[in-house]
């Protein structure tokens, strides 16, 4: 109906509109779609890319293919530089001079092969999970996963945080199953809806880790006690928690049970165990390309079996799943990438809170940073890469809210105080040269509260070796934790 209604709008536009021609009445699609994008401009909305090409040696930094000058990243989701690191760059030349750059095919005619038995293993490894299944991308997996789950399970209902990600939106439709949208982190919109359906009939609920846009994380062990009270099966999305939280970088679910994870003794109760469904992203933290989702083998046989989205396309080159393969073995071993990163996001958001500049609080590795208007948010971004040559992308609807518009700064690993301090020092200056409200306009507005601070972050000062502790030993000070203590003395005073 809705359709329907939407089409006989666009008709009766066209018609009066000109873009049938009178003489001969065929449609003028060209002038259609100008009008499309004049539209999108007008409402600010219209999406700008900037070229850049990014220097393998020199992580974050990217050449400006408009100016030829290096502009600094700090909006990146290869978050840990795993897209240059050396265990990933050898694996992918091999498998490129050994097997050539393409797979052949899609996994049922001539794509299946070692090299991606060999990730999915190390997918399975990573997650504890019996089975994973991998896909060219993310958005892929999520679709694919979402959609096939929802059409095969009889009558089954859907219940979506509101801030999932398209790719999680686009399986539910194509589900065609009944769904609920639930607000965001909220465990009692959550339940009022699942306690409306009867015991027996089959439930999903669709969450992410972290969200991308705001940073927040999860409740993720009290979503899987409603699930179990209601009878449900959670799928969770972890794209942007790979690698970057903990002990062996499988996620946030890894992260909330560290020392069971960290020791080796997790007691079927662990959120990683808990959850049914693991989706992730290989393009984020693993710094390659493709995405998976991970749970039990009959139901990863499941998805493998009936998934359009997964069954129709051409597997990914050898080469980058040998690279996706490196990166996960790499994490499993070594944490010191994400601990460089989570420390590096410590400071930075401690320095922007002493300024008053307005990070949206959250837990989590992002820096939202609220502007709150189209044009304005676009104006910083242009004046940061311009004159500072610092790129942040510009967020805004339908990202984000109209009037929740706002960058989303992603440090790294690599984005050390010098860079800090420059970034923020340009920051200052833009909000004072625009006008734009800081952090305590934005608390007094209430859109978050003073004592919700942006400086309580998931990895704890123990687990960045900021703090000492009976059970491990850091190193008695360091110039980030100097800085650390004086900023909080700050805050008390
Ligand atoms: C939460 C979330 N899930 C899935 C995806 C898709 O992942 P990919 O970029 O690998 O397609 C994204 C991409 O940004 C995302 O933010």
Redesign the pocket.
Known sequence: MAAQVRYSQLARYVRTRGFLQQACYTFQYESLYRHILDQKKQDQTYRYFRSISRLRDQFPFALCNRTGKKVDVWCS?DYLGMGSHPAVITAMERDLRTYGANSGGSRNIAGHSPRVEALEASIAQLHKKPAALYFS??????EAALSTLGSKLPDCVIFSDEL?????IDGIRHAKAKRHIWKHNDLASLEALLASYPLDVPKIIAF?S???MCGTIAPIHAICDLAEKYGAITFM?E??AIGLYGPHGAGVAEHIDFAAHESGRSNGRTAMERVNII?G????GLGT???YIAGSAALIDVVRSFARGFIFTTTQSPAVMAGAHAAIQHQLQDRNGRIRLQRNVRAVKLKMAAVDLPVLPNRSHMVPLMIGDAELTQRVTDILFDEYHIYVQAINSPTVATSMERIRISPTGAHGPAQQDALIDALVDIWGRLGLRKASDWQRAGVWSAHEAATTQLWTDEQLGLASSPSRVSPPSSPLHDIRLALLSIFTE
């Open positions: 989701n991308s993310g958005f892929a997996a999520n999932n990600h398209a790719s999680m992410e972290v969200y991308s999305d794209a942007h989706s992203s290989v393009s984020k390309m493709g995405g």
